[in-house]
């Protein structure tokens, strides 16, 4: 090693740091060379293989202690941001994910510039470029953590309605709010300008601490408000009333009953037998002794039973099934353990307490029916059943003693409207989820769709189906929302919106199921599986905003580092991917939505004195493919790796889209919260949501506040003042934006993260409005808790 310009011999620690730099150069331009390579052979961009020489030349030079080698690198550092431009234009986290590391790299051999030479010109041009390169890493630094991507109002929202101080406020009765499940309140109390003074009012702990994640217990709750008392339940299936003032325990009901996995409670329902409207008689022609347990709470449970408790007493009401219990796994015939579940709240309308299920996804053929069912709130009597797979049942099963197995269920929440007699139902599809060979032509009618059906008898009305013969598990995995769309001549457009999996929205006359937003027809691709069957055209929403289901090309991979982007590269160049319905097949697809969302059983809110709906989704890609059966060994139909789909030809494996380091290949957001106007089906405003604070790289908190937007999992909240609550993200937070701008005005620290869904009241007692979240732990994190926290206005507001 030579010391350039002059014969003086460099130090051993420098020619060891400048070994150093190049064994770290060297390992650098190898990767770019092997992977640009492989990247190449699947007609991939050739710019790695180019970089990685050139790095393999500087690490040469330096190892020799010439400045010959900064210079190389220096020039493939320009080329990369040429390079960077061209690819992925001026969006700053794709351009971070390419230049940032090289930044980082150039700047260390600058600063060693001075170890390879004497020459005054080289030192002073290197101490340059490094000052270059060290405003340039800094000021990306700091602007990493402003958020991108966002999309601000392009015109001045009005003022918030102030509330009509004659009306009393209602209660949050149910889990959507109301039965319409607009997850909206009309209060004022807190508001953009005073939200920053909230603070914890009180916290209680439910004792149920969720034990695992992924598919284990997590807690998904948004409790609900009756007058004074406020009604919690938890993934192992206690149910809890407390203070609405001081969260004090007034009594608990422990249900038992688990199962080993998908213990989840997203909520329990209200019914009051003095105001319910009644809209059938019992079926044996009794009268129902409504003096028993007038006022109850309606628990679901992860093993398949109905109870009803007294709000008062916390005791099972003894008129209702068998002591307070209906079994739901009556009709059924075999239900393994863990294939037919309650996860998400029961719907009360009028005077029944309906349900549906959730049944577990890719098993096998034939598992339980996805039957939904209504029982007499009173007395558990049921009153009829809808049978997707039977259009005969109306009650109890007229063949072979079960309902259909394996139809399309209702796992989500439902909603209903009144005045109309629908319920609305949102179907998933026939399990499994990624072969459909076996389906019979009744399971696929109604698989994937909205149903709205006659209260007082099940029958249909109408349905819309949102994907046709699927493939892909994109159920409609979320409560349909009701709201009356005003018209300019003032009368007003009754719709219900769907969201899906796919990303998209789907707003229909929710009196006939019509389209009010354009929906067309289009050709998708055809699979090539023997036995199979395609359709050839899906229903796509193009008369509303999408969210995160874009068909995906090369330059859309990211990841923190060049290095894992090229594996992203190289995975996405290796998989077949066709767009939304990209089929399942033997070879490797890539399926983006994935399973997940999109949009997921949270719904959305909606704010009626606006118009404004409150989307918040998640944008996962999923690499599947399917595995001939003599290939498949093991596995479960739960989350991710093998499912067995056993009585088909095929199993199927399945894994998230994700980088070497954990983090989703395709580049950010990865979530957002996004406001549309229903009466222009526009988008007003998108914010990106949630930070890598409590999370990162190989599942490891990062803990710092960079709003790069992470996936989201729960529902959000409106208030008539203007504020939009939501805390389902990666990160420990509570947050508030307010609804007009998508400006965040504030956020509580959590203790650990949650996935339920806030909720407000004002108390009958003190006229405070409290905003109440449970946070049990979010999705990605070890850490969980059993927490159960009010927030108000210091008393003097």
């Keep these: 090693m030579t010391l350039e310009n002059s014969e003086e011999r460099p130090s051993l620690a420098a ?81 971070v994910s390419r230049l940032f590391a090289m930044a980082v790299g150039g700047l260390v051999i600058a600063l060693s510039v001075p170890l390879m030479t004497r020459a005054v010109a080289a030192r ?70 005073n939200v920053n003074e909230l603070k914890v009012a009180w916290t209680a702990h439910t ?75 019992q079926p044996d022609g009794s009268t129902p002794d409504a003096s ?11 093993d398949g039973r109905l109870i009803a408790l007294d709000t008062e007493t916390g005791k099972p009401a003894a008129n209702f099934g068998t002591d ?40 096998e053929v034939g598992e339980p029916s996805g039957v939904v069912r209504a029982y007499d709130a009173v007395t558990g009597q049921l009153v009829w059943a809808w049978d997707s797979g039977n259009p005969n049942v109306t009650r109890e099963p007229v ?42 032509a009744e399971e696929d009618k109604y698989s994937s769709s909205i149903v709205a059906v006659n209260v007082a008898t099940g029958r249909p009305a109408w349905h819309f189906q949102t994907v046709h013969h699927d493939l892909w598990d994109f159920d409609v995995p979320a409560q349909p929302v009701l709201y009356d769309i005003p018209n300019a001549d003032g009368t007003t457009t009754p719709a219900v919106v769907g969201v899906s999996k796919t990303g998209m929205v789907y707003l229909l006359n929710r009196e006939t199921g019509k389209p009010l937003a354009d929906i067309v027809e289009k050709p998708v691709p055809a699979g090539n599986l023997e036995g199979e069957r395609y359709s050839p055209t899906q229903p796509y929403s193009v008369g509303m905003p999408s969210f995160g289901n874009d068909e995906l090309k090369e330059s859309d991979m990211w990841g923190a580092t060049p290095f894992d982007q090229l594996m992203c590269r190289i995975s996405f160049k290796g998989m077949r991917h066709q767009g939304v319905f990209t089929p399942p097949g033997l070879d490797h697809a890539l399926q983006m939505p994935g399973s997940l969302g999109g949009m997921n059983w949270g719904s959305v809110s909606i704010d009626p004195t606006t118009g404004y709906m409150f989307v918040n989704d998640m944008r996962l890609g999923l690499a599947n493919y399917n595995v001939p059966r003599k290939d498949v060994h093991g596995g479960n139909g739960i989350e991710m790796g093998m499912v067995p789909m056993l009585g088909t030809p095929y199993g199927a494996m399945r894994q998230r889209f994700l980088s070497p380091l954990g983090i989703p290949c395709q ?23 949630g930070t890598v604070k409590d999370t990162g790289p190989f599942g490891i908190p990062m803990g710092l506040s960079i709003p790069i937007g992470m ?48 909720m407000t009241y004002v108390s009958p007692k003190t006229g405070r409005q409290y905003v109440v979240i449970t946070a049990g732990g979010a999705r990605q994190s070890p850490e969980r808790g059993d927490y159960v926290i009010a927030y108000a206005l210091p008393d003097a507001k």
């Design 667 to 689: 580049k950010p957001p990865f979530g957002t919260l996004s406001a549309v106007d229903l009466k222009t089906h526009k988008l007003v405003w998108q914010v990106p949501l």
């Design 15 to 95: 020619r060891l740091w400048l070994w150093l730099l190049a064994a770290v150069l060297l390992a650098a331009g190898l990767f770019f060379v092997i992977g640009g390579g492989k990247l190449i052979s699947l007609g991939g961009s050739w710019y790695f293989l180019i970089a990685g020489l050139a790095i393999l030349a500087s690490a040469v030079q330096i190892a020799r202690g010439k400045v010959a080698g900064a210079a190389i690198f220096g020039l493939t550092f320009l080329g990369t941001v040429i390079w960077s431009l061209w690819d992925a234009g001026l969006d700053f986290w794709p351009l």
């Design 292 to 302: 028993v347990s007038p006022k109850r709470v309606f628990v679901p449970t992860v």
């Design 399 to 440: 063949e072979n003693g079960i309902y259909t197995p394996g139809s399309p269920n209702v796992w989500a929440a439902m909603s209903y409207d009144p005045k109309l007699g629908l319920v609305y139902l949102p179907t998933g599809n026939t399990t499994p989820d990624f072969w459909g060979g076996e389906r019979s």
């Design 207 to 281: 004792g149920d601490i969720p034990k695992s994640t992924g598919a284990g217990a997590e807690d998904q709750n948004t409790p609900i408000q009756i007058g004074d008392s406020l009604f919690v339940c938890t993934a192992y299936g206690k149910v809890l009333a407390l203070d609405v003032d001081s969260g004090k325990e007034k009594w608990t009901y422990v249900s038992g009953g688990t199962i080993p996995a998908w213990q989840r409670c997203r909520g329990v329902a209200y019914y009051d037998e003095t105001s319910a409207q009644r809209v059938t008689e």
């Design 711 to 758: 996936p989201t999992l729960g529902p959000s909240m409106a208030t008539q003042s203007g504020l939009v609550f939501f805390a389902g993200t990666q990160d420990f937070y509570l947050r508030a934006f307010d609804s007009r701008t998508g400006k965040e005005v504030w956020k509580a620290r959590l203790p650990v993260g949650s996935q339920g869904g806030p």
């Design 124 to 193: 002073r041009q290197a101490w340059a470029s490094a000052a270059v390169l060290l405003v340039g890493i800094v000021a990306t630094a700091v602007s990493a953590f402003a958020p991108k991507n966002v999309i601000a109002p392009t015109e001045t929202a009005a003022a918030p309605k102030p509330v009509d101080p004659s009306v009393k406020p209602a209660d949050w009765s149910a889990w959507g709010a109301n039965v319409e499940g607009r997850k909206f309140a009309a209060l004022d109390q807190i508001t953009p300008a």
């Design 324 to 363: 307070g219990i209906v079994d739901l796994k009556a009709g059924m015939g075999e239900v393994k353990p863990g294939y037919y579940q309650q996860t998400s709240t029961p719907l009360v309308a009028a005077n029944l307490v309906i349900v549906g299920g959730r049944v577990a996804d890719n098993n």
